[in-house]
């Protein structure tokens, strides 16, 4: 069974911190035909982040392919375009903070455009995992407000961009646009 032009469209997963928006997002997922993408932004740094990864790759089984992709997002959404299947990104909010410690030289905002112009192009489903972190304290330091500001900034112009935007809350969807 193949994705139907119909059911192309992009949806944007919010949330806080172990709020539930990943699982929320890969259940949206399964709802078209497999094998799916799930595109992962993290960085493995340690073994605790390593054995993370790994329980959370045993939990999504063999129907999903992985493909780590923490600095050319853009690029890797291009490339999926042959093969028309439904793609979690998980998460937006790595892929900044990724894009802000590896001192890229580009304008962090035109990676943003870049990704915006990209999925508008997309001929598959799209959902796309991201931190809501506005809500929170003002950071102490100038790091972290820039990636917040970034983040608020994606957050915004990617949910403009999306068919469905949902806000996941103690593991409650609820429903935005």
Known sequence: MSITASEISSHLV???????????????????????????????????????????????????????TPLDLTGTLRDLRLLKRAVLLDCLTLWLSNLLLHGNSMNHETHIDELCSCIQTLNYPLVIVSNEVGTGIVPENALARRFRDLAGFANQRIAALCSSVTLVVAGIPLKLK
């Open 14 to 68: 919010l949330g806080g911190a172990r709020s539930g928006k990943s699982s929320y997002a890969e259940r949206l997922v399964t709802r078209f035909p497999a094998p799916y993408i799930y595109l992962a932004t993290a960085e493995v740094s340690d073994e605790e982040m390593r054995e993370r990864v790994l329980k959370h790759q045993e939990h999504r089984g063999a129907e999903w392919q992985t493909i780590e």
